[in-house]
Nanobody, 120 residues
């Protein structure tokens, strides 16, 4: 069982930055691929970014390329999402997810989410 707890969301003006954190339980965090997803108001959940177990491989949705950066600290069992140049359309609930197979494609554990609101 993996528990994921997100933090760092909040209200920010357009053009601002936020860093989301996701703390994971368990001893096998360093073997998991991790991802960030988001669900804008009234829309389906969508992929934001993913990172492999070592941090050597990352993927981003086109919406975040050049603005968002995913990273991880395996010693702290934590994954981060640095978001810069935020836009109102980035407003969403952001979820952290773990892929315990390590394949960056089958996320089987999810956090409760943290709200990010970007004002214009």
């Amino acid at each position: 069982q993996v528990q994921l707890v997100e933090s760092g969301g909040g209200l920010v003006q357009a053009g601002g930055s936020l860093r989301l954190s996701c703390a994971a339980s368990g001893r096998s965090f360093s073997t998991y691929a991790m991802g960030w997803f988001r669900q804008p108001p009234g829309k389906e959940r969508e992929f934001v970014a993913a990172i492999n177990w070592s941090g050597s491989n990352t993927h981003y949705a086109d919406s975040g390329k050049g603005r968002f950066s995913i990273s991880r600290d395996n010693a702290k069992n934590t994954v981060y999402l640095q978001m810069n140049s935020l836009k109102p359309e980035d407003t969403a609930v952001y979820y952290c997810a773990a892929d315990t197979t390590g394949h960056m494609g089958d996320f089987d554990y999810w956090g409760q989410g943290t709200q990010v609101t970007v004002s214009s």
